[in-house]
């Protein structure tokens, strides 16, 4: 059973920074999407920033130029450095890690952002 776990989250001040690590325990072959979501209260969950196996990265504009999504294969982790931190960046934060059969979905971690 493949289960991302992320943490990393935190309370921070605006203008702050954050790092979110997603470790995948159990094995999963042919990762072709690791990326970021986000959920803020009475929203749908959306996608912040992906990348995939070809290194090809993706972000929503909300968070471009402040946001960089990285992974390190061997340890099959993604992380999501997030700088220049706004109010309205807070959210829970989701990893999901996917290949062509299926995707896997941590548990979330809290990020909240004061002004």
């Known amino acids: 059973q493949v289960q991302p776990v992320e943490s990393g989250g935190g309370l921070v001040q605006a203008g702050g920074s954050l790092r979110l690590s997603c470790a995948a325990s159990g094995s999963i072959f042919n990762v072709n999407f690791r990326g970021w979501f986000r959920q803020a209260p009475g929203k749908r969950r959306e996608l912040v920033a992906a990348i995939t196996s070809d290194g090809s990265t993706n972000y929503a504009d909300a968070v471009k130029g402040r946001f960089t999504i990285s992974r390190d294969n061997a340890e099959n982790t993604v992380y999501l450095q997030m700088n220049s931190l706004k109010p309205e960046d807070t959210a829970v934060y989701y990893c999901?890690?996917?290949?062509?059969?299926?995707?896997?979905w941590g548990q979330g971690t809290q990020v909240t952002v004061s002004s």
């Open positions: 999901k890690i996917a290949n062509t059969i299926s995707g896997y």
